[in-house]
């Protein structure tokens, strides 16, 4: 099959070269044809070399790398790279584990496949679109996800309004893409819980935070527990689980506690020791007490961009810093950072100098990140995005 053709300008092949799936738009010489948004493109060097294909799209990032060989793009070349992450899935004991019907299949550039998110709840695929490639080709990815996950698959939900370049025009649209099924109780690690994938934030839940949970448990046993941030409450009833004492839940959106007290009740039903407030962060830390000893702050992004760093960074020193004030001796903070752009030194930096600010002795028990199933592509360090530090204040 042709495709056009994008040529580069000298010596701008070296990252492709490198394997990294991003071509700029200031990398390219000249286009042949006029590629719409989302089609395939093959991508030559200024010696007219083919090095790359992928999808184009109008923006910075102007292609998005799909294969560094020259193919045809049709449902086997989807299949192949969706059994390819399957297969993954399966390795790692996450895809065909009893206790755990809930994993991410597709993670983007980590999976080769820029521009796709695909998560799985028990019976039901959310996939979602970042890129007007993926949109185009969202029902040939539809049909071979049903073909690679034989049986295993009955619905596939189609969430990208959110997620794509709204410059670009697409019109998309949510909704079912096969089945149609409304049951959403799925099960991580023997909790189960619901997800709303219809008006929830990302795919409906956060999956990247799974085994932070699962180690937030362990240390949960007699503690007064304070989740903030804690949309569907993921992490209050891991610390249920895990013995504590009492568990505080708050978000600003009255919505999320709703859902974060079913996901209690599905789990421990009747328990007293679960309270939920639907109020903002920084006011509740305010006017909250020292009665917690093992403190989450897991926020959402606070940038989202570069250009939003400085502010990102003024706001994690300042949440951290009410933690540290707060928190009882000897208690411990598992605190995050989910913004790309803040890179590991960034956000422990805005953690220390909250720490000092706060006056408190503070060491580091654990540094976090995302998942396996959440895996960074060697040669694209930016999909690393999830930032963790479990700390103990004296």
């Given at each position: 099959m042709s495709y056009k053709k994008v040529y580069l300008k000298p010596g701008k092949?070296?990252?492709?070269?490198?394997?990294?799936?991003?071509?700029?738009?200031?990398?390219?010489?000249?286009?042949?044809?006029?590629?719409?948004?989302?089609?395939?493109?093959?991508?030559?060097?200024?010696?007219?070399?083919?090095?790359?294909?992928?999808?184009?799209?109008?923006?910075?990032i102007a292609v998005r790398v799909i294969s560094f060989l020259e193919e045809d793009v049709n449902k086997d070349f989807w299949k192949r790279k969706l059994a390819i992450a399957y297969d993954l899935r399966k390795r790692i004991g996450l895809a065909d584990n009893p206790t755990n019907n809930t994993f991410r299949l597709v993670h983007g550039e980590g999976d080769n496949l820029p521009g796709l998110i695909i998560d799985i709840y028990d019976k039901t695929a959310v996939m979602q679109a970042h890129s007007a490639g993926m949109h185009v080709y969202r029902m040939e990815l539809a049909e071979a996800l049903s073909e690679v996950m034989e049986g295993r698959i009955e619905?596939?939900?189609?969430?990208?309004?959110?997620?794509?370049?709204?410059?670009?025009?697409?019109?998309?649209?949510?909704?079912?893409?096969?089945?149609?099924?409304?049951?959403?109780?799925?099960?991580?690690?023997?909790?189960?819980?619901?997800?709303?994938?219809?008006?929830?934030?990302?795919?409906?839940?956060?999956?990247?935070?799974?085994?932070?949970?699962?180690?937030?448990?362990?240390?949960?046993?007699?503690?007064?527990?304070?989740?903030?941030?804690c949309y569907t409450g993921g992490f209050s009833f891991y610390a249920m689980r895990g013995g504590a004492k009492l568990v505080h839940s708050v978000d600003s959106s009255a919505k999320a506690v709703d859902l974060t007290n079913k996901n209690v009740e599905l789990n421990f039903p009747g328990d007293p020791r679960h309270t939920a407030y639907a109020e903002d962060a920084f006011k509740y830390l305010d006017r909250m007490g020292d009665q917690y000893d093992l403190i989450i702050l897991d926020p959402p992004a606070f940038a989202k961009h570069k250009d939003a760093l400085r502010n990102a960074l003024q706001g994690y020193r300042k949440l951290n810093a009410k933690a540290f004030e707060k928190i009882k001796p000897g208690g411990i903070l598992f605190t995050f950072s989910c913004s790309q752009?803040?890179?590991?030194?960034?956000?422990?930096?805005?953690?220390?100098?909250?720490?000092?600010?706060?006056?408190?002795?503070?060491?580091?028990?654990?540094?976090?990140?995302?998942?396996?199933?959440?895996?960074?592509?060697?040669?694209?360090?930016?999909?690393?995005?999830?930032?963790?530090?479990?700390?103990?204040?004296?």
């Open positions: 092949e070296e990252s492709l070269k490198r394997f990294h799936p991003w071509v700029f738009s200031g990398a390219i010489h000249r286009i042949e044809g006029e590629p719409e948004e989302g089609e395939v493109v093959n991508v030559y060097t200024s010696k007219n070399e083919f090095i790359a294909m992928g999808h184009f799209q109008i923006g910075s619905n596939i939900y189609y969430k990208s309004e959110t997620t794509l370049p709204y410059k670009a025009d697409l019109g998309p649209e949510n909704g079912f893409l096969k089945g149609g099924s409304p049951e959403n109780i799925a099960i991580e690690y023997g909790l189960k819980f619901y997800v709303d994938w219809l008006k929830g934030q990302k795919t409906g839940f956060f999956v990247d935070q799974r085994e932070n949970r699962a180690l937030l448990e362990k240390y949960a046993k007699d503690r007064n527990v304070l989740n903030m941030f752009v803040v890179t590991k030194d960034n956000f422990r930096t805005a953690v220390f100098t909250a720490a000092a600010m706060a006056g408190r002795s503070v060491r580091i028990l654990h540094q976090l990140t995302q998942p396996a199933d959440h895996p960074v592509n060697i040669y694209h360090p930016e999909g690393e995005y999830l930032k963790g530090l479990v700390l103990y204040v004296e």
